[in-house]
Nanobody, 129 residues
Framework: QVQLRESGGGSVQAGGALRLSCAAS????????MGWFRQAPGKEREGVAQ??????????DSVKGRFTISQDNAQDNGKKLYLQMNSLNPEDTAMYYC????????????????????WGQGTQVTVSS
């Protein structure tokens, strides 16, 4: 099992940028998948981006060209996952969650929450117009 903790959320005006971080601790197998999800009030949890151990990435169509997922494996204890979010708009307002699973990423849209077993508590992102 992997423990995940998100940080970096906040309030920003439309057109602005934020960088989310996720500190992941625990045992990682060689094959794994980590991802970012978001959930707005009254809506289902939506997959935003995912990355596997080889660095292959997948993005939701709604964030392609604006968001970038990356990871830092050079950690003494665990990993760090990032989500650079540029050109934010009010539709990006949501609670953002970091997730992980001990298998390669399942390719193909949409990125599904059911493919991830470990979750963080979330960090709020609010974009005002």
């Amino acid at each position: 099992q992997v423990q995940l903790r998100e940080s970096g959320g906040g309030s920003v005006q439309a057109g602005g940028a934020l960088r989310l971080s996720c500190a992941a601790s625990g045992h990682f197998f060689r094959e794994y998948c980590m991802g970012w999800f978001r959930q707005a009030p009254g809506k289902e949890r939506e997959g935003v981006a995912q990355i596997d151990g080889d660095g292959s990435t997948t993005y939701a169509d709604s964030v392609k060209g604006r968001f970038t997922i990356s990871q830092d494996n050079a950690q003494d204890n665990g990993k760090k996952l990032y989500l650079q979010m540029n050109s934010l708009n009010p539709e990006d307002t949501a609670m953002y969650y970091c997730a992980a699973d001990a298998q390669e990423c399942v390719l193909g849209a949409p990125i599904q929450p059911r493919h991830f077993g470990d979750w963080g508590q979330g960090t709020q992102v609010t974009v005002s117009s």
